[in-house]
C-alpha cells in the first residue's frame, strides 16, 4: 500500500499549482486523506483534509485559497492551490488513513513533492 503524490513545481506568486495524490495497493477503505506540508527549517504542519463523505477542513493560511477533494473510486486525493504565496513555499505530503483490513486503519504518508513560489 503506497501513496503516490505529484504535481509540484515552480509557479509565481499569484498563480495556481495543483496537486494529486493516488492510493494503490490492497486497500479496502480509506478513511481521512489530507495534506501536510513541510518548509525549510519548520516543522510539518497541516494543509488540509478531507473525509470519506467529503467532509473539509483547511488551516488557517491556506482558507479561501486552497481546495481539497478527492475521488473516492480512484483513491486519489487532490489539492488545487490559487493564490500562491512566497511563504507557501514547501515539500507537501499527502496522508491517509488505509484499511487493508477491516476494521484495522493505519497512517500512511507520500513520498513528498515540492512546490515553490517565487516572488
Known amino acids: 500500500v503506497q501513496l503516490q503524490a505529484s504535481g509540484g513545481g515552480l509557479v509565481q506568486a499569484g498563480g495556481s499549482l495543483s496537486l494529486s495524490c493516488a492510493a494503490s495497493g490492497s486497500i479496502v477503505s480509506i478513511n481521512v486523506m489530507g495534506w501536510y506540508r513541510q518548509a525549510p527549517g519548520k516543522e510539518r504542519e497541516l494543509v488540509a483534509t478531507?473525509?470519506?463523505?467529503?467532509?473539509?477542513h483547511y488551516a488557517n493560511p491556506v482558507k479561501a485559497r486552497f481546495t481539497i477533494s478527492r475521488d473516492n473510486a480512484r483513491n486519489t486525493v487532490y489539492l488545487q492551490m490559487n493564490s500562491l504565496r512566497p511563504e507557501d513555499t514547501a515539500v507537501y505530503y499527502c496522508?491517509?488513513?488505509?484499511?487493508?483490513?477491516?476494521?484495522?486503519?493505519?497512517?500512511?504518508w507520500g513520498q513528498g513533492t515540492l512546490v515553490t513560489v517565487s516572488s
Open positions: 478531507i473525509t470519506s463523505d467529503g467532509s473539509t
Open positions: 496522508n491517509a488513513d488505509m484499511s487493508t483490513t477491516e476494521p484495522f486503519y493505519r497512517n500512511y
